[in-house]
């Protein structure tokens, strides 16, 4: 490969990882060309970048990143890496999803996720990464919780006139 190429290159992958909000590392070893299209039309559907990367072009990328040498196990071998950049567990989420499907599933395994600088391990991006709630999920539980008291001070101003009206209803069928 040129210089100028591999040079672009990385530039290119240290952009993404400093974009991103989280990244899993995938071994997509045995998938067919039909289920890596399918993953990568997930991905996108998700608003995940994905792309399939040369380990040495990684290492050059993240060469001074305080995560670097953590990285040095994960980086062997066939490698994907899904970059999420608005929601943290966009990519486990769909990883988590695909692996459910029988005929691909089981050759699709996560090396390692990395999310604010720390190394997460397979089981972590599984288990804690692809269920935290999503960025739309963090709004309705946060809008929930601003309109609540609202709810409870509405209910309160409506109470006394609710009681009245209830009273003359009884007052009306007594007599």
Known sequence: MIRATKDLQIGQIKARFDKMTAAVFLDFKGMTVEHVTRLRAEFRKAGVEYKVVKNTLVKHA???APYKKKLDDVLVG???IAW????????????????????????????AGLIDGSLLDAAAV???LATMPGKNELR????????APLQSFVALLAAPAQNFAYLLAAKERQG
């Open 62 to 64: 993240l060469k001074d």
């Open 78 to 80: 066939m490698t994907g």
């Open 84 to 111: 999420s950049y608005e929601d943290p567990s966009a990519a486990a989420k769909v990883v988590k999803a695909f692996k459910k499907d029988p005929a691909a599933g089981d050759k699709l395994l996560v090396k």
């Open 126 to 128: 599984e288990s804690q």
């Open 140 to 147: 309705a539980m946060l809008l929930a919780t601003l309109q």
